[in-house]
């Protein structure tokens, strides 16, 4: 996708919709409209999410705050939209705490690899002063963060063989997000890490341009990518997190009452999210299993080691954070 064609085709279509609406509104009726944004379909667990926030938004304000969500990338891929959500164009944007490494460097911390022990680690990290903190930091670039979904264990996934160890990974190309700690980490491991749109993925393992990718079972499952990458090695490499974030500049012309309205909304959709997440990782899983996907879970130790590159790279810059994590029990 190429901006700025691409910036005024979203912002001409969210006018249209936007005023659609408002036209529907009978007369003196102060309404305000916001965009969610995410690149999810409709039933994904992050994208049921928004709904939840929209749905107790919309009653706690008794309409007079309304939330239009987009889903499936309709307003682009992820980076675009965390523009467009800068600059107040898009009001909520849902994405993954690995694309935030590029506006706030901090937030790589979240994609190196085995930084989290286990889901437990993860979400104490997460509702504790660290992930509040990091959270914060994203105002600097114009970002307020309301809530983080969970979003498991991300593996790699290829069309040609089980990844018993990273040797295994060696010779193929496997896209990763467009973040410079995500592209280390697969190329420590081995591969080569070719940056790419989610939207592009499948396509493009397809066409062969790339062998494989790496991503959580919903994610597998909902895109079709198994479909085309049959063999699914559950090394587990990195828990990231995803983020619902609120565009300052938007959030800035709200009061005090309708800001704490939001934030609540976010906080409860938190819960909700995680026991959709539950579920779907495991139907994910089914539904794959029975497609004739080769699953395999290789022994951690190797990847592990294969990753302490990426902890040497990034000592000077995130090790005060890297330790502050490990240090959480
Ligand atoms: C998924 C995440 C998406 C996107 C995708 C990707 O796990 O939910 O928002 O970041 O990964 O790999 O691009």
Sequence with gaps: MKSPFRIIEVIVFLLLAVLTVSFSLAPHVEKRILVASDDHNATYPTTRGL?????????????????????????????????????????INRVSCSPMASFSPNMGVFSLPYIFRDWDHEWKVLDGEIGQRLGRELEKVGLVTVAYYDSGARSFYNKHRAINSPE??????????????????????????????????????????????????????TTGHYEVAKFYSLDGHSRIPEIVLFSKKVWDTFSDEERAIIASAAKESEEFQKQLWREQEL???????????????????????????????????????????????
């Design 51 to 91: 709904y939840k926030i929209k749905e107790l938004v919309e009653s706690e304000t008794n309409g007079a705050i309304e939330i239009k969500v987009f889903h499936s990338a309709q307003l682009g891929s992820e980076k675009e939209t965390i523009e467009l959500t800068q600059m107040g164009i898009i009001d």
């Design 168 to 221: 295994d990974l060696n010779g193929l190309k496997v896209r990763v997000q467009k973040n410079p700690v995500m592209i280390d980490l697969v190329n420590a491991m081995g591969a080569s890490a070719t940056p790419m749109a989610f939207e592009e993925v499948y396509s493009a393992i397809q066409t062969g341009v790339i062998d494989g990718a790496e991503n959580n079972p919903p994610s597998y499952k």
């Design 283 to 329: 139907e994910a899983m089914r539904i794959v299993e029975e497609a004739g996907c080769k699953i395999n879970t290789p022994d951690k130790g190797p990847f592990i080691k294969a990753a302490q590159p990426i902890y040497d790279k990034y000592a000077s810059q995130l090790g005060d954070l890297i330790a502050e994590i490990q240090a959480v029990k």
